[in-house]
Each structure stands twice: as C-alpha cells, then as structure tokens.
C-alpha cells in the first residue's frame, strides 16, 4: 500500500498574482510593440521616408547649399536683417501709409469727379500720399532723389533683382534698410509679396517717428556699407564634417603630445 499510494503531496501555494495586479497602475498598461513580420506594425514617425514634392526639397537643399558654399558678401549681406525692435517700429509707420483700397480709391475718384463737374479747385481732393512700390518705380525714385527711405526685402527669390539697390542706394545717399519677409511688405501694399517699398512723402506729425527711423537704419546700413561688402558668408560644415574635423585634430593633438613627452 506504501508503494502505490506513495508520499502525499505538499500543499502547492498559490502565486499572489492579484496582489500584483493591484500594485500596477492602470493609466499606464503595458503595451509591448511587436516588430514581427507578419503583425500590424506600430505607428511611427516616416518623415524621413515621405516623397516631399519638389517645392520643399528645393527650398530644404537651397539652404543647405547656402550653408555649406562660399556666398559673396554682396548675396551675404541680405542675411542681415533689422533687428525686431526696429522692425516693429518701421513696420508701425509703413502702415500709417499703406495704400488704399478699391472701394477708397473708387470713392475718393468719384469725389473728384463731382468736384471738378462743380467747378471746385482739385487742391481739396488731391492724391493722399502713400508708400510707393514696385521695382522699376522704386528705382527711378532712388536715381532722382525722391525717396526719403528704401526697404528691401531679405527673401526676394531671384536675389539678382535687388543685389544692386544697396549700392545704389549708398550712392545716391538714401537711408536704406534689409527686413525679412517680402510677405511682410506685401501686407503693407495689399499685394501678396513686394520686393521693395519706398517712402517720399510724410505727414508732419510722423516726420519725429521718421527721422529716428531713418537714424536706426543709417547707423545698420549706409554707415555699415564698407564693412559688410567685405564678409562672405557660408563655408560651415554639416554635423558629421564638423564632428571628424574634430576627431583628426584631437588625434593630432595626441601625436604632438607622444612627439614633445
């Protein structure tokens, strides 16, 4: 009877798996990712692997070949923009003139109009003054000394459009100024996008405001002309370059230290 019923068994102790259960938080479930083929593969982040369209990728590689080449002081200097202080001050005056719209100058043509039909004088009803825009009317503007300040956006694409209105501007000695964003001057004009503006003409109780402006823009830019045509720009590295031009100059570090110990 001993060898068939054998030794009885010890009691087997039950694992506490529910006090386990109530030390994990339930807000943060465990949910492991299986990167198995043949299961739903998780969520991540391809941005790496998107076919971005053709805008993009230009847009990304112009940068990076700014970066990387030699840029000629005279394409470089547009990298230096008004600082936001000034900017917000000049952009503040710019809007006091921005120019009118369609319903305005309908309106105001139309007031003309019957005032001539009357017989009135046109001094009452003349032409309010406003920023003046576009390239070509900008530049004969600056060439006949009309313009009291000159403002040129940073990102004018091609740059060969505006390369040259700096040195003219010095030439002719009119304050001139560099800002990011031609959307920005755009707004002002009720364009999309302006490569320059130009201001001629002032009320008299902006000319305070105008001439600090003015005194800002001189002391960044007209005085600045000689300095700035003489800085390139660009000819810095990408992370990887940067990081083994450091490893070889420490390793030649380390050989000069061996050579002179």
Known sequence: GFLCGGMPKAPVKKKATTAARAATNPLFEKAPKNFGIGNIQPKRDLGRFVRWPFYVRFQRQKKILTTRLKVPPSINQFTKTLDKASALSLFRLL??????DRKAKRNRLATMAQNKAAGAKDDASKKPTYVKFGLNHVTSLIESKKATLVVIASDVDPIELVVWLPALCRKMEIPY??????????????????????????????????????????????DRFDETRKQWGGGVNGIKSQHVMAARARAIAKEEAKRQG
């Open 95 to 100: 809007d006091k003139y921005r120019t009118e």
């Open 177 to 222: 100024c560099i800002v990011k964003g031609k959307a920005a001057l755009g707004k002002v004009c009720r364009k999309k996008s302006a490569s320059v503006l130009a201001l001629t003409n002032t009320r008299p109780e902006d000319r305070g405001e105008l001439s600090k402006v003015v005194e800002t823009v001189k002391a960044n830019f007209n």
